[in-house]
């Protein structure tokens, strides 16, 4: 493709703008492809790369969809796409929804190093996705074929490639509301890894929450990601949506951001973005990467929505990213805190639109010991602030109930559970997961929280999950490391979070008989640089008597168990410190 | 103008910059199991390195880099497969 001029395409809708309300994906793009918006693509220097119209797109994913076809390719064969921020990826995935194919995007690997641990991860989602064909940028697909048993796949290559096959007469039928329109894989264990089965229905109705209800999309909006594909927040606040609602947005590499979060600013600033989401860790890169010289540089005056989702969000955070970057006039009105998940297609809620981030402060001992949120008073010892999160989107409940299913009244503390019509089909190949939801029509999260004028705090995130730094990083697979020693065997290891501020701590116990001081010394070690090598975390390492871990009736790691003995421990260590005058 | 000895010494001498003790640093050590080079601190790494070079480090390159000798013979193999040899 030889390009003589990029220009960005304009904020300007020559379209009546509908905010998804269509039956289907390819119905949105349809529309979407008779006006002249689309998608663009910068380099790390905020350069333009490429330039992706939504009617180029339409054009293109088409010819990508019969191709598809024409090799052999049936109605809910599952294709997979290595998800790097290219105008390719995106073509694939339409391609998918136009030939009624199930989209599964695949995460492209972050640092440096992690050939194996990259290659280990997409083994682990091939083979739950079985696909019939792999598609992505050429530099990841040698990975892909290390980690593939080839014997179902009929195609694996790049959109070049795909190009230069026959393009066939096949015909499209029109997607279903019930057809799966893509795979979202979940952060999830890598030796367990889910695939959100996410349909038409709860795909376009998610969409048209988020655009109607939510984030509020109007017309001249123009959006900024630097969200990977591969995640739910990246592919459906970032790619989806903007389609669906006719809107122009531009992507920055993921890499590209973490390397140099100005650059994000830099975009908002240069092309007048007004609305872009970031986890909370993206608002804090930025803090502590951008200089007062900096800031003076920027202008995110249109800036006005600010979304924070993914992660717990701390108030200081935000706070300080209001008042570092105030002078570039950014307004802390902005912030729109929400809540979401992947099994929800991706959106659950939304604080209000120009409110800010709102914020509860909370007596700690009595949420600790009674399970209540009570406003604290000049009397509490102990203060939590947590962040509004807004109301379900409309259509879409949420309730708070305790350990035996009943609904809690407002201000008690008790698990999320949620509702309606963007509420996934279940995992893929998981027929539990699948009756389960059928005959509940209803989702656990695992996530806690409480409401409080109809709107949702949420206190605290899967019980076993663990993020750092927009990192879902699971117990199990840390276990799984530490197990493959030579020296440890299965079941020695248990790992939990004693997260007493922001940034949580990991401590890995490990059953080991051996006393020779030297020796655990050098277990330590190794475990610890394996540990941070792999998952970029620094833990705790904790050697402690054979049978001393304690296990659940049906044998699984009690993890809250342990924390608690642990820090237990802990605190009577430091007492006994304190007594003998050393603390 | 640019040999993988050059790079490497530069690769080193920002290592040393980063990394607080970091005398022990040397071609072979691993960035991140010895040197426990986080991710944040890897891209700086990086970012530097760009600037140095006026080049764009795509990750794919660096998939197998564990030291910085490995890091400096990726950063010439790339720069030659571009520019031809430098």
Request: include cysteine; charge should be negative.
């Amino acid at each position: 493709m030889t390009v003589l001029y990029l220009s960005e395409t304009s904020s300007a809708h020559e379209l009546v703008q509908r905010l998804a309300d269509f039956p289907s994906l390819t119905d949105a793009l349809d529309y979407a492809a008779l006006g002249r918006t689309g998608m663009n693509f910068y380099d790390r220097r905020c350069q333009l790369t490429a330039v992706l119209e939504y009617r180029e797109l339409k054009v293109r994913a088409q010819g990508a969809a019969k191709r598809l076809l024409t090799l052999g390719l049936s109605k809910g064969d599952r294709v997979a796409l290595i998800a790097d921020t290219k105008p390719s990826f995106v073509e694939f995935f339409f391609a998918c929804q136009y030939a009624g194919l199930v989209a599964v995007p695949l995460p492209v690997p972050a640092g440096v190093g992690q050939h194996q641990s990259y290659v280990e991860k997409l083994r682990g989602l091939l083979a739950s996705c079985s696909p019939s064909a792999v598609l992505g940028e050429e530099e990841w697909l040698p990975y892909a074929r290390e980690a593939l048993d080839a014997t179902a796949v009929k195609f694996i290559g790049t959109d070049d490639e795909l190009e230069a096959l026959p393009l066939g007469q096949p015909t499209f039928v029109a997607a279903q509301p019930d057809d799966v329109a893509y795979l979202q894989y979940t952060s999830g264990s890598t030796r367990f890894p889910r695939g959100v089965m996410v349909t038409q229905r709860s795909v376009m109705a998610n969409l048209r929450g988020i655009s109607l209800d939510g984030i509020r999309l109007r017309p001249g909006d123009r959006c900024i990601s630097w969200l990977p594909y591969y995640h739910d927040m990246g592919l459906v606040g970032f790619v989806l949506a903007p389609m669906a609602t006719q809107i122009s947005v531009d992507y920055l590499r993921t890499q590209d951001f973490a390397m140099r979060p100005k650059q994000w600013l830099n975009l908002l600033s240069r092309n007048r973005g007004t609305v872009s989401v970031a986890p909370p860790f993206g608002f804090d890169l930025c803090v502590r990467r951008c200089s007062p010289a900096d800031v003076d540089s920027l202008d995110l005056s249109n800036w006005r929505v600010a979304g924070v989702g993914a992660e717990p969000i701390s108030i200081a955070t935000l706070d300080r990213f209001a008042e570092h970057f105030a002078l570039a006039g950014f307004k802390a009105d902005a912030f729109m805190p929400c809540y979401g998940l992947a099994e929800n297609t991706l959106a659950v809620s939304f604080a209000r639109a120009d409110t800010g981030a709102q914020v509860d402060r909370i007596d700690r001992d009595i949420l600790e010991t009674e399970g209540r949120a009570v406003s604290a008073t000049e009397k509490s010892t102990a203060v939590s602030a947590f962040v509004n999160c807004g109301r379900p989107l409309p259509g879409h409940e949420l309730q708070i109930v305790d350990d035996s299913d009943n609904v809690l009244a407002e201000r008690k503390v008790g698990r999320i559970v949620i509702s309606g019509p963007s509420l996934m089909t279940g995992y893929f190949e998981d027929p539990e997961s699948i009756q389960k939801l059928r005959a509940t029509q209803r989702l656990d999260t695992g996530d806690l929280g409480y409401l409080f004028d109809g709107n949702l705090y949420v206190t605290g995130r899967k019980k076993d999950l663990i993020i750092i730094r927009g990192r879902n990083i699971w117990p199990q697979d840390i276990e799984l490391i530490v197990e493959s020693e030579p020296e440890i065997r299965p079941g020695d290891a248990i790992v939990f979070i004693t997260d007493k501020d922001a940034e949580p701590s990991v401590v890995i116990q490990v059953q080991y008989r051996i006393l020779d001081e030297e020796k655990r010394a050098r277990l330590s070690h190794t475990l610890f640089a394996k540990i941070h090598s792999e998952f970029g975390i620094s833990p705790t390492i904790d050697l402690v008597p054979p049978h001393s871990i304690p296990r659940t009736s049906s044998g699984k790691p009690a993890r809250a168990e342990a924390r608690k003995r642990f820090m237990s421990l802990r605190a009577a260590q430091r007492e006994s410190f304190a007594a003998a005058g050393l603390a | 103008m640019f040999t993988q000895d050059v790079i490497l010494e530069n690769v080193l001498v920002c290592l040393r910059d980063m990394i607080p003790g970091a005398e022990t640093v040397g071609p072979d050590s691993d960035m991140v199991d010895d040197l426990g080079l986080e991710s944040v601190k890897m891209m700086d790494l990086l970012m530097k390195l760009e600037d140095d070079y006026d080049l764009s480090i795509p990750i794919n390159i660096l998939m197998d880099v564990r030291t910085p000798r490995q890091l400096a013979a990726s950063l010439i193999g790339y720069l030659e497969k571009r520019n031809g040899p430098v």
